[in-house]
């Protein structure tokens, strides 16, 4: 193994772990902080979640949505449109699956959160107690969810757009 790899993977896994701490704060802030303010009693806990918490039906067209993103920034990056006016079109279209497939983020981000603010939470709720098991499994859930919204974070930060020269017009037409 090369020095070279054994650099890049610890410096792409600083980056992996530092992105985890903004993923819990950006979660917190979306999730957490609406069920911490909102919920006093356990019926208000479930209410509050079940509006936090994305459906599964949301979820996969969210994911839908990544995937349609991920393909249109793979072609982007592949292809390389010869004429202004298709580069003008493909422009447009990224623009717009850029934002409705990030949209998945936030909803991975909202569901951080609120998975963070009922692990905060639940213990303190009078109602009916969390069992250990019941709350180390939450947990467990806690961290995939960070582990997948911090990559899917970093992969958008991959394939957003990054200010380029811009290319010469072409000021011939025929």
Not at 9 to 31: A, H, N, P, Q, W
Not at 79 to 107: N, P
Not at 108 to 116: K, Q
Request: aromatic share 8%; hydrophobic share 45%; proline share 3%.
């Amino acid at each position: 193994m090369s020095n070279r790899w054994k650099n890049n993977s610890r410096k792409d896994s600083g980056v992996f772990l530092r992105r985890f701490k903004t993923e819990l704060i950006v979660g917190f802030i979306l999730g957490a902080v609406p069920l911490l303010i909102n919920s006093t009693n356990q019926a208000e806990l479930q209410a509050i979640l079940q509006s936090l918490l994305a459906s599964a039906p949301i979820l996969n067209h969210g994911g839908c949505l990544l995937t349609i993103y991920i393909a249109v920034c793979i072609h982007k990056k592949i292809h390389r449109l010869k004429s202004d006016r298709m580069r003008d079109r493909f422009e447009t279209i990224y623009k717009v699956t850029a934002e409705v497939g990030t949209s998945f983020l936030t909803l991975l981000r909202t569901g951080l959160g609120a998975i963070v603010g009922f692990l905060m939470i639940a213990p303190f709720m009078d109602e009916a107690p969390i069992s250990l098991n019941h709350w180390l499994t939450t947990a467990l859930y806690c961290a995939m969810t960070l582990v997948f919204s911090a990559s899917v974070s970093l992969l958008h930060d991959f394939l957003m757009t990054r200010p380029t020269r811009s290319h010469p017009k072409n000021h011939i037409r025929l």
